[in-house]
């Protein structure tokens, strides 16, 4: 049977003298995380069940776990719980903790169908073991919704008081010490801080993204090591009256050796992968493009973008029962052909916009797109995207992905503040277009190739991929396939030794399809 969570009272009725000899093995020591080197703090990244060094071990004992759960049942504050029907393990997002060679952890998300946002977070953690088993361990979170905002964001939390643990596999823990009695059990937490990636922060800095001083991938996160810790109760001979004047002091191990488990709370970070975050909105938004009550109208603009000078565009309404579009029409000003204006329906659901780019521009949408879509997604709550027809065939569309988001990136950096041009291009004397600008000029000066053959429509791709996962912005840009399907791009980091430049490496980034 398993243990009840966090505090449970076993009775015996004689002491060993083996405890005796484990009473000082447990102390906490809270500067232990300040004193160790670098090689045995514990550090952390995020990563799916293919990408572990140990699947070939985790992989049974998750099947086994898996059989458990069809018959398991627990209580969490005087509450049954059931974890047969509607419960998977996340194995795409794994929170991997290692400490030197011979500690490490693997966090798993319990998904659950149709849970509320107030309902507990749910993480089943193996944590290695010497002889190359693994401890099972289910942690419930009882965070708040805010609380849960934080950790969805890259934050911390303090974990103090707010888990329970649930040991499913009994026996693992003070050896055989459990089978005897008058012992007081309880978990028991510490808190520690990872090194961030780079080895610089050790203290829970924040992110230069966030207004800290790291640059790394990963920056310093909070660690809670969960222990099982024993300790004698006072005997008939009088030993203490806590039971530990007589010898039965604490025991079981501290988060420095193998006997506790590290672990991070784990709510899964959609805005970490931007291809999970954007693969429905996409979806919809290729619907929408491929609705044939629109096709005559959405033809026509493909025309135009090929073989006409000025832009046109089309507002795409739903009534309610079909989904519908006007002729496409233009400002046919000859002083300002690239510009163009949508008149909204006053009747009917504004779904999506669409307009042409002529061939004396770039193909993929420009600054002032991109911020017509944010005002937009503001503006109408039904708005979902605004797609380019552009002179080569290409389709792109800017997708809404978090409306939340898109309107508070908005509010972050204006329009007037960071475009310049009339909107044509992102002022570089603002964080938003340095970044982007970083990215677009390492294709059009040539120190990255052109995957696609053309620098420009790389370098644009690219920086709108990169500053829209940067800043995560509540929407991404998306571009049809070979099949006329819209994939939305990622970026994705790689190295390049630039041509000529002596062995010079830069880090480029590059507008991935996503799958």
């Not at 969805?152 to 823990?173: F, H, Q, R």
Request: charged residues 20%; contains cysteine; glycine residues 8%.
């Amino acid at each position: 049977m398993m243990k009840k969570v966090f505090s449970w009272l076993l009775l015996i009725t004689t002491l060993s003298l083996t405890l005796y000899s484990c009473r000082n093995d447990y102390f906490p020591d809270q500067q232990e995380a300040s004193t160790i080197s670098n090689a045995f703090r514990y550090t952390y990244k995020r990563i799916s069940l293919e990408e572990s060094k140990h699947k070939i071990n985790l992989v049974p004992e998750l099947q086994k776990i898996n059989e458990k759960f069809k018959t398991l049942e627990t209580f969490n504050l005087g509450k049954s719980v059931k974890y047969s029907n509607g419960v998977s393990v996340n194995t795409d997002d794994v929170i991997y903790i290692e400490r030197g060679t011979n500690v490490h952890s693997y966090t798993f998300h319990i998904t659950r169908e149709n849970t509320s946002p107030d309902a507990p977070l749910e993480n089943l953690v193996l944590s290695s073991q010497p002889d190359g088993t693994y401890k099972e361990l289910l942690i419930t979170y009882h965070f708040t919704p805010q609380e849960k905002e934080v950790l969805a964001n890259g934050g911390s939390i303090d974990t103090k008081g707010k888990l329970s643990v649930e040991e499913l596999n009994p026996g693992t823990y003070s050896g055989g010490i459990l089978n005897k009695s008058d012992i007081s059990c309880e978990w028991i937490e510490e808190s520690y801080y990872t090194a961030c990636s780079e080895g610089q922060h050790f203290n829970g800095e924040l992110p230069k993204t966030q207004g800290g001083p790291c640059k790394a991938d990963q920056p310093s996160t909070k660690v809670t090591v969960v222990i099982h810790r024993c300790k004698a109760l006072p005997a008939s001979t009088a030993l203490g009256d806590d039971g530990t004047g007589g010898g039965g002091g604490p025991f079981g191990g501290s988060g420095g050796n193998n006997n506790g488990t590290p672990t991070i709370p784990n709510l899964p970070l959609d805005s970490k992968d931007p291809c999970k975050k954007a693969k429905i909105p996409t979806n919809n938004v290729n619907n929408i493009l491929h609705t044939s009550t629109i096709s005559s109208e959405l033809n026509a603009l493909k025309q135009y973008a090929a073989n006409d000078h000025y832009e046109y565009g089309t507002a795409i309404i739903s009534t309610g029962t079909t989904i519908i579009a006007q002729d496409p029409y233009s400002n046919n000003d000859p002083n300002d052909p690239g510009h163009f204006s949508i008149n909204v329906p006053s009747i009917g659901d504004y779904l999506a916009s669409a307009h042409s780019h002529p061939s004396h521009g770039a193909p993929p949408p420009s600054v002032r797109d991109l911020y017509n879509t944010l005002q937009s997604s503001q503006q109408y709550l039904t708005f979902q995207s605004a797609f380019v027809f552009s002179s080569n065939g290409t389709i792109y569309a800017f997708v809404i992905t978090d409306r939340d988001k898109a309107i508070e990136f908005l509010a972050t950096y204006p329009f007037l503040d960071n475009t310049k041009d009339e909107g044509r291009m992102f002022n570089t004397n603002n964080v938003l277009g340095i970044d982007f600008n970083e990215v677009y000029n390492n294709y059009m000066t040539g120190r990255l190739p052109a995957y696609s053959g053309n620098s420009q429509t790389d370098g644009l791709e690219s920086g709108y991929a990169y500053v829209l996962e940067k800043y995560n912005s509540g929407i991404s840009l998306a571009k049809t396939d070979g099949n006329g399907n819209l994939k939305a791009l990622s970026s994705t980091p790689f190295e390049h030794i630039i041509s000529s430049s002596g062995g010079k490496k830069i880090i480029g980034y590059k507008a991935q399809p996503c799958p």
